[in-house]
C-alpha cells in the first residue's frame, strides 16, 4: 500500500482516506485503537485488538493447565463470596450450598 497523507483538524480529528479503511476493514462508527509507538502512531481496529486479545487469553488459558470445568467452578465460588459480601444482609443460610432464601419482611 501506498504512503496515505491525513490533516490533523483544529478540533484533532483526522480523515482517513478510502484506501486506509478498506485496507483495514473498517467504516464510519468502527471503533479504533490508537497506539504511540517509538514516536509513531499506530491505528489498528478495535475488532482486531479485541480479537488479538481473546486470542492471547486462550493461549493463556491452554497454558495454564487449568480445565473448563475447574475454570467454570472457580468463577460460581468467586460470584458466590462477591453475593454473600454485598447481599449477604438480605440472605438467610439454609445450609444448603447454592440455596438462598430471602427475609421476610416483618409486617
Not at 3 to 25: K, N, S, Y
Not at 27 to 42: C, I, S
Not at 76 to 98: A, C, N, S, V, W
Amino acid at each position: 500500500m501506498k504512503t496515505e497523507i491525513a490533516v490533523l483538524r483544529p478540533r484533532r480529528q483526522v480523515t482517513l482516506p478510502r484506501d486506509v479503511c478498506e485496507a483495514l476493514g473498517v467504516k464510519p462508527g468502527d471503533r479504533l485503537v490508537l497506539e504511540v509507538a517509538e514516536g509513531m502512531l499506530v491505528v489498528r481496529p478495535g475488532k482486531k485488538a479485541a480479537l488479538d486479545a481473546l486470542a492471547a487469553i486462550r493461549q493463556g488459558f491452554a497454558e495454564s493447565g487449568v480445565t473448563l470445568e475447574e475454570l467454570l467452578e472457580s468463577g460460581r465460588q468467586i460470584r458466590e463470596e462477591h453475593f454473600r459480601e454485598k447481599y449477604g444482609h438480605l440472605i438467610r443460610d439454609t445450609g444448603q450450598p447454592g440455596a438462598r432464601k430471602r427475609k421476610r419482611r416483618s409486617a
